[in-house]
């Protein structure tokens, strides 16, 4: 286990029966809390996302992460917001939760994101539906998503096959 992957399981705090009961939530609080857990994520996903000219943090732990990667990699961040949060107008893309929809939104105005090599940064991959659906939205506004990168992947929900072939690096598995 890499030093980083250490120290994410170090600092990641699980709450049985949240927000369902069965359900193990991996809390990534303390990690970002941490000066030294927050600085050495925070370089991790950075070198992951070398080449990338935006980065682009999921709502809304990714947008913590995001914008320390973007600071660190010398880019601009784009928040992938979550419907109706932004006004209009927007791009949109809903797509499948396990018990109905979701929709995931970028501005349609005063940024141009055709072109631009993105790596879109989050906090956990789980079932991959959200990353699958921004990784749709920022293609489709023109963008070239280059990888993703997370802090925590939780392997036995099978995101990464619902990414595919997105390359996706995760700092801790379990």
């Known amino acids: 286990m890499s030093d980083v992957s250490a120290l994410v399981a170090s600092l990641t705090r699980e709450v049985p029966d949240f ?28 070198a992951s996302a070398d080449g990338a000219d935006l980065v682009a943090g999921l709502d809304a732990r990714g947008f913590l992460l995001g914008a320390a990667v973007a600071t660190r990699l010398g880019t601009g961040v784009l928040a992938v917001r979550k419907g109706g949060k ?72 099978g995101g990464r096959n619902a990414v595919a072939p997105l390359p996706v690096d995760s700092l801790h598995t379990v």
Not at 32 to 43: F, I, S
């Open 86 to 157: 932004l006004p209009p107008p927007v791009h949109s893309v809903s797509y499948q939760l396990e018990y109905g929809t979701a929709t995931l939104e970028i501005p349609a105005d005063g940024i141009d994101i055709a072109g631009r090599n993105v790596v879109i940064i989050d906090d956990v991959l789980a079932t991959g539906g959200t990353l699958a659906a921004a990784a749709r939205l920022l293609r489709a506004g023109g963008a070239t998503v280059t990888r993703a990168a997370v802090v925590l992947e939780l392997t036995a929900l």
């Open 19 to 46: 927000p369902d009961p069965g359900i193990q939530f991996k809390d990534l609080t303390p990690l970002l809390a941490d000066a030294h857990g927050l600085n050495a994520v925070t370089d991790a996903l950075a």
